[in-house]
């Protein structure tokens, strides 16, 4: 069965042209929505169905987005609220130690073969990401992505190796 990733939200229309308003989930919005390309629309109780993107263009924190065949907004307003996906094997490969959220998000962390929780969640503050490992019995752990904590990253396996800096898990 084929598996998809979110590359974004369609939350308004815009203007009465066809166009939509998409809070993007991708860090490549100019390859996802490049003209040409394929998105799979998701919406609740409907089957996905396929649309081709017509144009693409960037306003204020929005992707604004056209579709072959939807030339008013008419054609549009029923897409509202739906997600825009991928097929997982459209992904962009990524740098040595980069990795998407699906691929991090489940994995065991350990720290000297101890298991210390699993991965629930990832933040971005600012300087690096931060991985939310959920404990069992105790509050959740904020490890820093920084190479001196994560000392290895086995994505296939869903395992993360650690070094915690004393005081960092109080």
């Not at 459209?90 to 998000?105: D, G, S, T, V």
Request: glycine share 6%.
């Amino acid at each position: 069965m084929t598996e998809f990733l979110n590359v974004g939200k369609i939350v308004n229309t815009q203007g009465i042209k066809g166009e939509v308003r998409v809070i993007s989930k991708t860090d490549f919005a100019k390859k996802r929505y490049k003209t040409g390309n394929q998105l799979y629309l998701f919406q609740e109780d409907k089957a996905p169905i396929t649309l081709t993107v017509k144009s693409h263009r960037q306003h204020k924190n929005f992707d604004i987005l056209s579709f072959e065949g939807h030339p008013n907004i008419n054609d549009v307003e029923k897409y509202r609220d739906g997600i825009l996906k991928i097929k997982k094997e459209e992904a962009q490969r990524l740098p040595k130690n980069e990795f998407y959220f699906h691929e991090i998000i489940g994995c065991e962390v350990y720290e000297d073969e101890q298991l210390i929780g699993k991965i629930k969640e990832i933040l971005q503050p600012g300087a690096n990401d931060v991985w939310v490992v959920q404990r069992k019995g105790q509050k959740d752990a904020l490890i820093p992505y920084i190479e001196s904590v994560v000392t290895n990253v086995d994505v296939k396996n869903k395992r993360v190796d650690v070094e915690i800096p004393e005081g960092l898990l109080d």
